[in-house]
């Protein structure tokens, strides 16, 4: 099952790929993989994620900061 965070990390992703009009093949293309794998780990019937190496690559061809792609720390409640 898919955590809170990586839920967060992946519905980011996904919208700011839209916003950049990029594809699922586009960021296939961009990570070296499927375009079935991405559209693996945008449903929330697998339980695949993108890999810290990934989330990286993506904030580079993003241009964005990687914590970007996460959410905020809530320091009050650890």
């Known amino acids: 099952m898919k955590s809170e965070v990586d839920l967060f990390v ?3 992703i996904r919208e700011k790929r839209k916003e950049l009009n990029i594809s699922q093949r586009g960021l296939a293309e961009i990570l070296g993989c499927s375009d079935g794998f991405i559209g693996q ?3 929330e019937k697998y339980n695949i994620r993108y890999s810290v190496h ?3 690559t ?8 990687v914590s970007d792609l996460f959410p905020p720390i809530d320091t009050d409640n650890p």
């Open 54 to 56: 990934q989330v990286y």
């Open 41 to 43: 780990v945008e449903s």
């Open 58 to 65: 993506i904030a580079k061809w993003f241009d964005c900061p």
């Open 10 to 12: 992946i519905n980011k």
